[in-house]
């Protein structure tokens, strides 16, 4: 009599085997990779001059929307920082004015609600526009939010005015 095999221990049975155990590790980690995937970014600023140095790369986390004082936010650039950044270009700067606060621009210093957060509007001349032009006293429509670069020559909202809410991708946190 010739022995036969253990059919518990043919190729296809181990196949089966190692497929049963692992196929929910594998839908795990399949759907923990989707989840992070859509939910977190990678930001990278190439710029030579960084408005929020010394930061470079950045985590934007696109399902926090919470508004908070001087926290990070990616946004689109759209057509309010055209033509020296593309219109679906992701930027990140300081949120620093919430909606209903009064936003006051002199040449020497940028404060909202009474506080300093920027100084200067170094940025004017390269604009081809006087910095007087610049000079103004702003509420935050309820629908926007008022968002700074760290840096004297950064362009923010001091040259274009409050940012739509909708524009915001999400937070983003420094990393290195």
């Keep these: 009599m010739s022995a036969r095999p253990d059919i518990a221990d043919t190729p296809e049975a181990r196949l089966a085997r190692t497929i049963r155990r692992g196929l929910p590790a594998l839908l795990l980690v399949l759907a923990l990779m989707l989840y992070l995937g859509t939910r977190y970014r990678l930001a990278i600023n190439d710029q030579v001059d960084k408005c929020l140095p010394p930061y470079t790369v950045f985590l934007v986390d696109r399902h926090d929307s919470a508004l908070e004082r001087d926290g990070l936010y990616a946004f689109l650039a759209g057509e309010r920082m055209a033509p020296f950044f593309p219109m679906r270009m992701q930027v990140i700067k300081r949120l620093v004015g919430?909606?209903?606060?009064?936003?006051?621009?002199?040449?020497?210093?940028?404060?909202?609600?009474?506080?300093?957060?920027?100084?200067?509007?170094?940025?004017?001349?390269?604009?081809?526009?006087?910095?007087?032009?610049?000079?103004?006293?702003?509420?935050?429509?309820?629908?926007?939010?008022?968002?700074?670069?760290?840096t004297r020559d950064?362009?923010?909202?001091?040259?274009?005015?409050?940012?739509?809410?909708h524009y915001i991708i999400g937070r983003a946190y420094a990393l290195l």
Aim: net charge negative; glycine share 12%; hydrophobic share 40%.
């Design 98 to 150: 919430l909606p209903g606060e009064t936003v006051s621009i002199t040449e020497q210093t940028t404060r909202v609600a009474g506080r300093t957060v920027g100084e200067g509007l170094d940025l004017a001349g390269t604009l081809g526009t006087p910095a007087a032009q610049f000079v103004r006293e702003v509420v935050v429509p309820a629908d926007a939010v008022w968002i700074m670069g760290a």
């Design 154 to 165: 950064s362009f923010d909202s001091r040259y274009w005015g409050p940012l739509p809410r």
